[in-house]
């Protein structure tokens, strides 16, 4: 099975920063893309940041210049540094992963998703 575990969230006063991890364990073969999504009470899931295997980047405008994400190969981990937190930045963040899942060779792909972990930031 393929698990994704995501770890960094908790309290901040706002202009702090926090970083989330997330580790993708299992059978893998690679994975294609990872990124972190948020999710207020209410709103509907939407995409913070994106990181594809050949290395570029999507941000939502709403944390361009604020937020940055980085991976690490190796380790199949993705990880979201996030600078000058505001209260509207309060939500439950999920990581994501595009994962090809076998041990020796290819044999499929699928879409997971971690459990969250919560952001708050207080003003």
Known sequence: QVQLRESGGGLVQAGGSLRLSCVVSGNIFGINFMGWYRQASGKPRELVARIYSGGSTHYAD??????????????????????????????????????????????????????????????
């Open 62 to 123: 709403s944390v361009k210049g604020r937020f940055t994400i980085s991976r690490d190969s190796a380790k199949n981990a993705v990880y979201l540094q996030m600078n000058n937190l505001q209260p509207e930045d309060t939500d439950d963040y999920y990581c994501n992963a595009d994962v090809i899942f076998g041990g020796n060779y290819s044999e499929g792909s699928g879409d997971y998703w971690g459990q969250g972990t919560q952001v708050t930031v207080s003003s």
